[in-house]
Nanobody, 122 residues
Framework: QVQLVESGGGLVQPGGSLRLSCAASGSIFGINAMEWYRQAPGKQRELVARITNGGSTNYEDAVKGRFTISMDIAKNTVYLQMNSLKPEDTAVYFC????????????????WGKGTLVTVSL
């Protein structure tokens, strides 16, 4: 089993910054990619950013130029630096990982964290 624990959420004013962290632990042979999703009240969960173990990144259009995803492979941890935050960024942010759990199989398994709340408001 693999556990993901997010941290760093909170209340911030518009224009402010937050840095989210997500640490993976457990039966990890290797991490293929890690992602940040968010779910605003009454809306579907959406992909915000993705990073592969090779360092390739992808971002949702609404956050390009404001958010930066990074990963510390040695610590099995992914970060999301969020700058110039807007009220519409308010959501629960979830971490997801694609993990190889054993050297005996190349299969990847997906795991989710429980989320951390980000509120952007005056």
């Amino acid at each position: 089993q693999v556990q993901l624990v997010e941290s760093g959420g909170g209340l911030v004013q518009p224009g402010g910054s937050l840095r989210l962290s997500c640490a993976a632990s457990g039966s990890i042979f290797g991490i293929n990619a890690m992602e940040w999703y968010r779910q605003a009240p009454g809306k579907q969960r959406e992909l915000v950013a993705r990073i592969t173990n090779g360092g390739s990144t992808n971002y949702e259009d609404a956050v390009k130029g404001r958010f930066t995803i990074s990963m510390d492979i040695a610590k099995n941890t992914v970060y999301l630096q969020m700058n110039s935050l807007k009220p519409e960024d308010t959501a629960v942010y979830f971490c997801r990982s694609e993990v190889r759990t054993s050297s005996s199989t190349p299969n990847l398994f997906q795991y989710w964290g429980k989320g951390t709340l980000v509120t952007v408001s005056l």
